[in-house]
């Protein structure tokens, strides 16, 4: 039978009969049980499981060990040119192994070398340095990136979190990094008055050049160099993300673009959202629709042209005008504003329940009434403001060709209480600075002209229109709505010594999961329109009030 281990004999048992089975405990109960139910115990000592029995995942939070080991095998494995390997430390291996595969063969970086630095919870920084090479052209490369470690739940194992931002912090899920010669030639985009726009001279215009190299980089007359770039995937393209260059090995020839940017309103707009953190603003021309400025605190994002936010009380502008259109408010006539008005099976409220008694639709206007405008929403159709933004105002047809990718605002058709919520620039209301500023512009010049950054005349683009404009009794009330907010209401304190011929409306926006609002602030004064946002900010008059007045002031 082989050699066979001796247990020393404590002293002799009775075989115990349970259930038909008998069991014989040797050296305590515990032993003796667990072979009862069809387990076994190795010679060590120690328990394996029986054929029907599954392992123990280990869950919980991860350790300080798992998060360094695994990031350490994951960097390890890069730097070595171990893709197989090093996509295996990760919860996508397949996406991984084409990413990591197309950093050497599509992107051509070698000479890799991974420095991970000190890790924050389950997140590892990292350095990265390397060197990308085409034909005879070498260039250093470097940058800082991380990545996270998580537990696989199907077994408890800690992988990275996979994400093409893991490989480069520009990188979307589904793009991809190439290094050869551009399919689209340099441009060299020049304000109105001909000086050369860069991101170092301002921050923010990043979005905005690589987006007027792709659509105008090979109509400008420019020749293509050779430089590693961010080839946009299909999710970001529908997120009108342009490609762009990381690192340019070789200059080619730029063409020339020039655009309507103001270079002094420039500046004074990157001065403006430097002091205020997620802040944004665009100024434009309110008789032309010339953009003038377009400023962002966070350079990555062009939320100036392409953010998607609900606008607050702004929406009050677009609102008022079609209440007044429809005879349902009238600048100086009483108009409600109590504490609560429900619609839908939603309770609104204004902010701090205040109520205004036997006053005035300027008054409610002014001060920024909730319920003055809920109020009349069942006198509407669930599609009057929808037809008023886009008839009106432009807005929400996704046809506005500025020269970069931008969006175009959106007022989708809502009933019951949404619909309600929506008079007040909340349920499904989305715009950006861009689309407020063309609103006050509007208001100021008595009809839409649609937002451009580089005239129709250097491609021959059609321009969006509006299908009407208001009547004249309409438009002097509204400019008389937004004057009084500028003199006496919710917007006096920022516009204060701005003068001339002014109006402006306040707006707040509530967003799920923020303890703040987004403030909106939107005014014109003279031939300027302009608007700003303040992400988490609170009141709009407090927030983006002051970054709007101060670049009204500023042009003069």
Sequence with gaps: MGNRRRVAERGKTRPAVIGGMIAVVVGGAGFGAYALYGGAWADDGTRAASADQKPEVKTGPLSASEVTTTAKA????????????????????????????????????????????????????FSVKATVSYKDTEKPLAYDSALTVVRRTSDGKPLVDWHSAVVHPDLKDGDKLVTGEAGTP?????????????????????????????????????KAGIELRVVRGKSAKSDDLSDKTLLELSKGTPGTVKTTLDPALQAAAEKQVA?????????????????????????????????????????????????????????????????????????????????????????????????????QAPKLKDDDLTKQAQQVFGLGMNNWAIGVPSFDGAVPVQSAAQMGASLIGQGGVRMNPLNMASVSATVKSGAFHQPYLVSPDVDGRKLATASRTMSAGTLSQLRELMSYTADYGTAAEAMAGVGGDAGAKTGSAEVDGQKKPNGWFTAYRGDLAAAGVVQQGGHGGETAGPIVAALLKAGG
């Design 74 to 125: 994951f960097l390890t494995a890069w730097q070595s040119g171990k893709v197989t390997e090093a996509a295996a430390a990760t919860d996508d291996s397949a996406a991984a192994a084409s990413l990591l595969t197309g950093y050497t063969k599509d992107a051509r970086i070698k000479d890799v070398t991974l420095t991970p630095g000190t890790p924050t919870g389950d997140k590892v920084p």
């Design 186 to 222: 340099p441009v060299k985009a020049l304000d109105r008055d001909g000086g050369e726009l860069t991101k170092k001279k301002y921050a923010s215009l990043g979005p905005v050049l690589d987006g007027l190299r792709e659509k105008y980089g090979e109509e400008a007359g420019g």
């Design 275 to 375: 002091k205020k953190a997620r802040s944004s603003v665009a100024v434009v021309r309110a008789s032309t629709g010339e953009i003038l400025a377009a400023a962002n605190a966070s350079p990555g994002f062009n939320t100036a042209f392409q953010g998607s936010l609900a606008p607050g009380s702004t929406m009050k502008v677009i609102t008022a005008s079609l209440l007044i259109e429809k005879g349902l408010a009238s600048a100086d006539k009483k108009h409600p504003c109590p504490k609560y008005f429900t619609y839908g099976h939603w309770k609104f409220q204004n902010d701090k329940k205040f109520e205004i008694k036997n006053g005035t639709f300027k008054a409610s206007f002014a001060r920024s009434c909730n319920t003055a405008f809920i109020s």
